[in-house]
């Protein structure tokens, strides 16, 4: 299936098929579907209409690895970095700094942790001045997420992360990122709460819900996002998501030229998974989304 690309993007695009361009280096990226039950929603985030990268899209919390990620003195419980990295064909150090960087991403832009005392334990309360000024450090990079989980005596939880999805994003963006999909309940006694930062409002929905948003042109989100809710719809509970088998398949659109027009086609879509919206203009908001996080 193929999705237009107009005017500079198109030009853009068939400078780097003639081999005139060359493409942005992908950066390493963590990205968590967060999950709760009853019904079964997800957690998602509007980004400012100002930002670089998908403009008021609706995504998944996450974001960029910081080198210090892969910092070995993180503490550390459930599977290893070398045991992720076999998940996602990738070396230690680089699953090591993606597991990270999905635990910090995820407390950076919800307030959820998916961290604890122990390997069997997690905290259970993240609210609080204490708790805020150090994921305002974190954000601020003035604080390294080895030093905060010491700082409280916390251990990372990677065994409650599911690897679930690699997509990179395509050739013809400016900025790109090589992205691992994560998902993840969350943990009793936590709730998500709007921080702002890079989020104009962020919502609960279920993923049917999220998806006709699209589909009626009042939701704007990317093809990994709308393909990640596709899939999240199929299920009854968390549960059943994170006991569900997967497979790591990396999927890396590619520009062509069809017919005279440049186009982007994204590998394993049929035509009604992701329809032609996700790469118009950003529409206002999903529908009684609202900014709540309880």
Not at 22 to 36: C, G, K, M, Q
Not at 103 to 119: C, I, Q, Y
Not at 260 to 281: A, D, F, Q, Y
Request: hydrophobic content about 45%.
């Amino acid at each position: 299936m193929g999705f237009p690309l107009p005017g500079e993007v198109g030009e853009r695009a068939r400078e780097i098929l003639a081999g005139r361009l060359a493409p942005a280096p992908a950066r390493d990226a963590a990205t968590v579907v967060l999950l709760r039950d009853d019904p079964l929603e997800v957690y998602l985030l509007r980004r400012k209409a100002t930002m670089a990268f998908a403009a008021g899209a609706y995504v998944f919390p996450g974001g960029s690895v910081d080198p210090r990620d892969a910092d070995h003195s993180v503490a550390w419980a459930g599977p290893s970095p070398a045991e992720w990295g076999e998940v996602f064909r990738a070396g230690e150090s680089t699953a090591r700094g993606l597991v990270c960087a999905a635990v910090r991403e995820t407390f950076e832009e919800s307030g959820v942790l998916l961290a604890g005392p122990g390997r069997d334990t997690v905290v259970t309360d993240t609210t609080g001045p204490d708790w805020e000024a150090d994921r305002l450090a974190l954000i601020a990079r003035s604080l390294s997420f080895a030093e905060f989980l010491d700082r409280r005596g916390l251990v990372l939880r990677s065994d409650l992360l599911k690897a679930w999805a690699h997509w990179i994003t395509p050739a013809v963006e400016p900025r790109r990122f090589d992205t691992r999909f994560f998902v993840a309940a969350l943990p009793p006694g936590q709730r998500t709460r709007d921080v702002g930062g890079e989020a104009s409002g962020v919502a609960w929905m279920r993923p049917g819900d999220a998806l006709a948003a699209v589909r009626a042109k009042t939701a704007h989100m990317l093809p990994p996002t709308f393909r990640t809710l596709a899939e999240m719809a199929a299920f009854e509970s968390a549960g059943d998501v994170l006991a569900c088998p997967r497979t790591i398949t990396t999927v890396l659109p590619e520009v062509a030229e069809v017919d005279g027009r440049m186009v982007l086609m994204i590998p394993e879509t049929i035509p009604e998974t992701i329809p032609e919206t996700i790469s118009g203009t950003v529409p206002e908001t999903i529908p009684d989304a609202g900014r709540t996080g309880e």
